[in-house]
Structures are given as C-alpha cells and as structure tokens.
C-alpha cells in the first residue's frame, strides 16, 4: 500500500479545506437580503445581495396565509419596489432572483397596525 508522507498529506488537506471555504463563501456572497417595511399605507421591498449589490429584475409576489397570489411586481434598479396592499393583515414577500437565490420576509397585521399608530 502506498503511504503519503506526512507533509504531502497536510498539503493536500489544506488544500481541499481552501477549496471548500472557496467555495461556500462564493455561495454566501451571493446569498439574497429582503427587507420590507410598512408606511402611510403602502408596502416597501428592498432586496440586495450579501455585499451590497441592488437585485435588480428580480420577482416580488405577495401572498396571503393560504399561499394565494395577491400581487407581483418587479424590483427596480436600486433592488426597490412598492405597493398599496389589497388588505392590510398577515402576508409573506417573496423574492425570486433566480432558480438558485430568493427570499422571504413575513409582514403582520401587527407590522400594518404600527405603522398606522406612527401616522397619528
């Protein structure tokens, strides 16, 4: 059997395990950020990639607790866009980049009634 010599096998191991880090900060630096928030009636998406990078083109649907579609939109070049819910209660975002990177952000009736209070 052939044996490795010691310094030739913790090369080979440290290359491996910078191949790997390589490899999962690539994944992570494109990892997608959603933010979204709500203001004088109106919802607010801001979606960016880890880094600082606008998502630009990217799907945004809004669906209510039974996964229904209530809306779709599209962010702009600065990784925004906005709209007049059709109802102001429970709701997820969803961002859709691509087949590999999306998020999700949750909205409540709670975010809805805070925002109103601020208003007052």
């Known amino acids: 059997m052939f044996k490795m010599q010691p310094i030739r096998q913790a090369a080979l191991l440290l290359a491996a395990t910078m191949l790997f880090l ?5 994944a992570f630096a494109h990892a997608t950020t959603l933010w979204c928030y709500v203001e004088n009636n ?3 998406v801001e979606a960016f990639f880890m880094g600082g990078k606008k ?3 990217a799907k945004v649907i809004a669906v209510n607790d039974k996964g229904e579609k209530i809306l779709e939109g599209t962010t702009d070049k600065e990784g925004k866009f906005n709209f007049e819910p059709p109802y102001q209660g429970n709701m997820t975002i969803l961002l859709k980049v691509d087949d590999a990177h999306g998020a999700d952000f949750e909205l409540t009736e709670e975010d809805f009634l805070d925002a109103a209070a601020e208003t007052e």
């Open 22 to 26: 390589s490899l999962a900060s690539s």
């Open 42 to 44: 109106q919802v607010y």
């Open 55 to 57: 998502v630009q083109n």
